[in-house]
């Protein structure tokens, strides 16, 4: 079992910045893969960006220039720096775990984009 708590959300005005964290604990060792996900209002659950265990990340073309993942394996924790935040980006965000046999979620924290 994995379990993920993400914390770091709140309020922001647009152009502003805001680190998210997600801390893992359990059996973190058959983790292969990390993804941030986010969920805004009415809308589908979508792939921000992720990373492998190896290092390697991607990100979804609405947050590219925009957003930073980046993982700290001693603290067995990865980040999502979000930098130039637009209105758009409001929504709740959720940490994604995949093992071989299974994923896990976080149960998300909330970022709001206004003035």
């Known amino acids: 079992q994995v379990q993920l708590v993400e914390s770091g959300g709140g309020l922001v005005q647009p152009g502003g910045s805001l680190r998210l964290s997600c801390a893992a604990s359990?059996?973190?060792?058959?983790?292969?893969?990390m993804e941030w996900y986010r969920q805004a209002p009415g809308k589908e659950r979508e792939l921000v960006a992720s990373?492998?265990?190896?290092?390697?990340?991607h990100y979804a073309d609405s947050v590219k220039g925009r957003f930073t993942i980046s993982r700290e394996n001693a603290k067995n924790t990865v980040y999502l720096q979000m930098d130039s935040l637009k209105p758009e980006d409001t929504a709740v965000y959720y940490c994604?775990?995949?093992?071989?046999?299974?994923?896990?979620w976080g149960k998300g924290t909330l970022v709001t984009v206004s003035t």
């Open positions: 990373v492998t265990s190896g290092g390697t990340t």
């Open positions: 994604n775990a995949d093992t071989v046999l299974k994923e896990y």
């Open positions: 359990g059996s973190i060792a058959s983790i292969f893969l």
